[in-house]
């Protein structure tokens, strides 16, 4: 059973910038991808970014342009590099890791945006 556990989420003013992290407990390699998504209370989990294991990179399209998806093999880590933050980037931020026999998913961090 792999577990993820990310880090990095905090308060931050709008325009300011944070990189979560999302470190496995095992190889990312055996996932065909990895992804980060987030949820407000209230709402459902939204699709925010993912990374191939050939790092082909997808994003929604609140994010493009100002969040960066990248991923570490070899330290079984994937990063979410945020900046240009909005007071509506704050949710609780979950990694995600996709295989073939389901999904695999952290226990979240907390990003807010706020003044």
């Known amino acids: 059973q792999v577990q993820l556990v990310e880090s990095g989420g905090g308060l931050v003013q709008p325009g300011g910038s944070l990189r979560l992290s999302c470190t496995a407990s095992?190889?990312?390699?055996?996932?065909?991808?990895m992804g980060w998504y987030r949820q407000v209370p209230g709402n459902q989990r939204d699709f925010v970014a993912s990374i191939s294991n050939d790092r082909n990179a997808n994003y929604a399209d609140s994010v493009q342009g100002r969040f960066i998806i990248s991923r570490d093999n070899a330290k079984n880590t994937v990063y979410l590099q945020m900046n240009s933050l909005r007071p509506e980037d704050t949710a609780l931020y979950y990694c995600?890791?996709?295989?073939?026999?389901?999904?695999?998913w952290g226990q979240g961090t907390q990003v807010t945006v706020s003044s």
């Open positions: 995600a890791a996709y295989s073939s026999g389901g999904t695999y």
């Open positions: 095992g190889s990312i390699r055996i996932f065909y991808a």
